[in-house]
């Protein structure tokens, strides 16, 4: 009786069609980690990258933000004489803030700014990281964590003349007023001596607020405003990050009132918080006036 040849993926499944077994009696290396906090960006500054991105900012994303959004820009007179790096740090409200403020960045920043994102949100699947790698030069910061490697990494990339976007709060606003600024923007201005750009956005909650998906997305009139840079030299961090947060909250109010108002209320240190009013969740709401008249007095630009 002849014997017939079988592959041994048609029989009993063994290497190579399968893994190779791990020795039970080895000690099993850690598994490498390449999502998160991990997850390398260098590949996304490199110069075909930085092509690719050129073209998706200039012929993709800013038409889009133009037809959604109809940003209103102020305050580019602030930085006109700007140049080198600068770290621009704004409020956060919605996933819309980014492209927003990238497509309304002077010309020279425009295709040399980095932005700071949440490892654990925009790295945290393979394809999103290659996405927002590419598209917006993201890189990964631990939100939990000191993460040296992010903090390294940033004073790197500002030390070579990148230009970085964060959001001092660490995360959108769960209801439309900000959260107290953290000291990472004014902790990297000092430790490379470069400037901050306070920039206030108003209007993306209206547009895609947290907790909506592209259904909820509506148009809506957007103002983003520049403020005039920082000098970090003779300030400590608590103290650079507290003067962040009062000159956003000071354009917050130049876009809610005006900016003659704003300043005198600057200048008598009456400007309304970005924190809101202290009480229930009501009263914040209604203070706060999304989806009705807003009233007069002192107000804050969702």
């Known amino acids: 009786m002849s014997v017939r040849w079988r592959p041994a993926f048609l029989g009993r499944r063994a290497f190579p069609w399968v893994g190779p077994t791990w020795p039970g009696t080895v000690p099993r290396p850690p598994a490498t980690r390449n ?7 260098k590949w996304a500054r490199s110069p075909a990258a930085r092509l690719g991105r050129a073209v998706i900012l200039d012929n993709v994303i800013r038409p889009a933000v133009k037809v959604l959004a109809d940003p209103q820009v102020g305050g580019l007179d602030r930085i006109e004489g700007l140049e080198g790096a600068v770290i621009f740090a704004s409020n956060h409200a919605s996933h819309l803030d980014t492209p927003l403020l990238l ?3 002077p010309e020279r920043y425009r295709h040399k700014t980095v932005v700071a994102a949440a490892a654990d949100y925009f790295f945290d699947k393979t394809f999103k990281a290659h996405i927002n790698a590419l598209s917006i030069a993201a890189f990964p910061v631990d939100r939990t964590t000191v993460s040296r490697r992010s903090l390294e990494l940033a004073t790197a990339l500002l030390e070579d003349g990148w230009s970085l976007v964060i959001y001092p709060e660490g995360g959108r606003t769960p209801d ?8 990472g923007a004014a902790f990297l201005a000092r430790r490379v001596n470069v400037p901050v750009v306070p920039v206030h956005l108003e209007g993306t909650r209206r547009i895609l607020r947290k907790g909506r998906g592209l259904a909820g997305v509506r148009r809506s009139t957007t103002h983003v405003t520049f403020g005039r840079p920082i000098d970090p030299a003779g300030m400590e961090t608590k103290e650079l990050s507290a003067r962040i947060e ?9 876009v809610g009132t005006d900016w003659w108002t704003a300043r005198r209320r600057a200048a008598g240190g ?3 918080p970005l924190s809101g ?5 009501w009263r914040r709401a209604w203070t706060l ?3 009705r008249r807003r009233p007069s007095g ?3 630009p969702a």
């Open 246 to 254: 009062r000159d956003v909250a000071i354009l917050a109010d130049e």
């Open 270 to 272: 009456t400007t309304p």
């Open 176 to 183: 439309g007023w900000a959260r107290e600024f953290r000291g």
């Open 277 to 281: 009013p202290e009480g229930g969740a």
């Open 298 to 300: 002192v107000r804050w």
């Open 103 to 105: 497509a309304n960045l």
């Open 35 to 41: 999502l998160g906090a991990e997850y390398d960006t």
């Open 289 to 291: 006036g999304e989806g």
